[in-house]
């Protein structure tokens, strides 16, 4: 096999695992009954593959291969350690009786597995970083990015998660409903960074994976089924269904990002601009029935819906926006919405107001992250300090992980020197 056969297969590898590589540890969870079991048996499998692929072929349902060899590790394990009990006889009998190829994992498991990740025994940072971890098939690189800490944190983080579901005994189902209340906030921040990471990878060559963003939406839509007073719960759908209503207007023909003021608003999914404004016109009705202000997940989704309303940049209502981000700081604290606060700011009254809110951001609070530089450099070329915003947006260049966003930067740097 020659070098460029294998870094065929071992790209093909990659892919299952980034589109089943989560159902196959969701489908090993709810054999064994052990999260971090699951997820570390499937990385074995998946080691299996990097190493018998080359020489075999690509199976032809790869993740059922993955699934039967992963079953098989956990029999292995089993046997060395003496306990041949139910599990493993069960566990034996089915893989008598089924195909390799057979591949039908149960809808809900990732489901399972996300409110299995997102156990009151865990921390909150814990239950989302781990979630992501086994949910998404992110590495932790990813991860450490999305948190904006150092990758040894991340690992660190990630395995004393598993070890804290393993000596809990966590069973791997969805909880009564009783139990959804502590769990559902761990819960929705998990589906909604499923669905950011889809929206705009943080590494790689594509700006949007949209695997990821349709996974989050399914599980948005199983969570509020099971939740239908929770509006929150409403109001994330909502939000997820608005925001991927853009997709296809926000790359082009060459996979190259569109910024949202250039967008073919033609191209834009009304019918999912349909389902997320009735999903948010749900959600308030729950807060108001309950005498609650918008959460966060509904301010985000009102400000994604007065876009969507616009026929345009200009005919956008960047007050109402300014105001429902300005709220939304209010309730987060997050340096992010600060940052896009600053930007309707700057819709609204001018960049000379929004450099003064960029200016007032602590720039430890967003180390590592393009975010700051890119949207100070905007500013400061809006108000023609050329050579100071050549300055931030080169270093935000520097600073992006993905190959799209800093194609982007790169061209606002050239135009800044013609």
């Given at each position: 096999?020659?070098?460029a056969d294998e870094t065929s297969i071992r790209r093909t590898v990659e892919a299952v695992w980034r589109i089943d590589g989560p159902r196959v540890t969701a489908a090993i969870a709810r054999v064994v009954g052990d999260v971090g079991l699951a997820e570390e048996?499937?990385?074995?499998?998946?080691?299996?593959?990097l190493e018998q692929w080359p020489r075999a072929g690509v199976p032809r349902t790869p993740a059922a291969w993955l699934t039967a060899v992963a079953k098989r590790k956990a029999i292995d394990g089993w046997r060395r350690r003496e306990l041949q009990d139910d599990r493993y006889?069960?566990?034996a009998r089915d893989l008598e009786t089924t195909a390799e190829d057979e591949w039908e994992p149960i809808e809900d498991d990732l489901l399972k597995l996300v409110f299995a990740a997102c156990h009151p025994a865990l921390a909150r940072e814990a239950q989302v970083a781990l979630t992501l971890r086994v949910v998404t098939g992110l590495t932790s690189e990813e991860i450490a990015r999305l948190f904006l800490v150092p990758v040894p944190t991340m690992q660190a983080r990630i395995t004393r998660a598993k070890r804290a579901l393993t000596a809990a005994r966590v069973p791997f189902e969805v909880p009564e409903p009783a139990e959804w209340e502590p769990r559902l906030r761990g819960v929705l921040a998990v589906i909604y960074l499923v669905f950011t990471e889809g929206y705009a990878a943080t590494t790689g060559d594509a700006l949007i994976r949209g695997e990821l963003s349709d996974n989050a939406i399914r599980l948005g839509r199983i969570t509020a089924t099971l939740l239908p007073r929770e509006a929150e719960a409403h109001a994330l759908l909502a939000l997820m269904e608005l925001q991927k209503?853009?997709?296809a207007a926000r790359v082009d023909a060459d996979g190259n990002a569109v910024l949202l003021e250039d967008q073919d608003r033609r191209r834009w999914d009304r019918g999912q601009?349909?389902?997320g404004l009735a999903a948010l016109s749900r959600a308030d009705e729950l807060a108001r029935?309950?005498?609650?202000?918008?959460?966060p997940y509904a301010l985000q989704a009102a400000i994604a819906a007065c876009h969507a309303r616009a026929r345009s940049a200009d005919d956008t209502d960047w007050d109402e926006i300014v105001t429902l981000y300005t709220a939304l700081e209010s309730i987060t604290r997050n340096p992010v919405v600060t940052l896009n606060r600053a930007v309707a700011v700057s819709m609204s009254s001018g960049p000379g107001d929004a450099l003064r809110v960029v200016d007032g951001i602590d720039d430890a609070q967003l180390k590592g992250s393009h975010l700051l530089p890119s949207v100070r450099g905007e500013l400061l070329a809006r108000l023609g300090r050329t050579d100071e915003a050549r300055v931030e947006l080169e270093r935000a260049a520097e600073l992006a992980t993905n190959t799209r966003v800093r194609a982007v930067l790169v061209g606002k740097v050239t135009r800044l020197r013609v």
């Amino acid at each position: 096999m020659t070098a460029a056969d294998e870094t065929s297969i071992r790209r093909t590898v990659e892919a299952v695992w980034r589109i089943d590589g989560p159902r196959v540890t969701a489908a090993i969870a709810r054999v064994v009954g052990d999260v971090g079991l699951a997820e570390e048996l499937t990385q074995d499998a998946l080691g299996d593959a990097l190493e018998q692929w080359p020489r075999a072929g690509v199976p032809r349902t790869p993740a059922a291969w993955l699934t039967a060899v992963a079953k098989r590790k956990a029999i292995d394990g089993w046997r060395r350690r003496e306990l041949q009990d139910d599990r493993y006889r069960a566990i034996a009998r089915d893989l008598e009786t089924t195909a390799e190829d057979e591949w039908e994992p149960i809808e809900d498991d990732l489901l399972k597995l996300v409110f299995a990740a997102c156990h009151p025994a865990l921390a909150r940072e814990a239950q989302v970083a781990l979630t992501l971890r086994v949910v998404t098939g992110l590495t932790s690189e990813e991860i450490a990015r999305l948190f904006l800490v150092p990758v040894p944190t991340m690992q660190a983080r990630i395995t004393r998660a598993k070890r804290a579901l393993t000596a809990a005994r966590v069973p791997f189902e969805v909880p009564e409903p009783a139990e959804w209340e502590p769990r559902l906030r761990g819960v929705l921040a998990v589906i909604y960074l499923v669905f950011t990471e889809g929206y705009a990878a943080t590494t790689g060559d594509a700006l949007i994976r949209g695997e990821l963003s349709d996974n989050a939406i399914r599980l948005g839509r199983i969570t509020a089924t099971l939740l239908p007073r929770e509006a929150e719960a409403h109001a994330l759908l909502a939000l997820m269904e608005l925001q991927k209503s853009r997709f296809a207007a926000r790359v082009d023909a060459d996979g190259n990002a569109v910024l949202l003021e250039d967008q073919d608003r033609r191209r834009w999914d009304r019918g999912q601009i349909a389902r997320g404004l009735a999903a948010l016109s749900r959600a308030d009705e729950l807060a108001r029935a309950r005498r609650r202000s918008r959460g966060p997940y509904a301010l985000q989704a009102a400000i994604a819906a007065c876009h969507a309303r616009a026929r345009s940049a200009d005919d956008t209502d960047w007050d109402e926006i300014v105001t429902l981000y300005t709220a939304l700081e209010s309730i987060t604290r997050n340096p992010v919405v600060t940052l896009n606060r600053a930007v309707a700011v700057s819709m609204s009254s001018g960049p000379g107001d929004a450099l003064r809110v960029v200016d007032g951001i602590d720039d430890a609070q967003l180390k590592g992250s393009h975010l700051l530089p890119s949207v100070r450099g905007e500013l400061l070329a809006r108000l023609g300090r050329t050579d100071e915003a050549r300055v931030e947006l080169e270093r935000a260049a520097e600073l992006a992980t993905n190959t799209r966003v800093r194609a982007v930067l790169v061209g606002k740097v050239t135009r800044l020197r013609v």
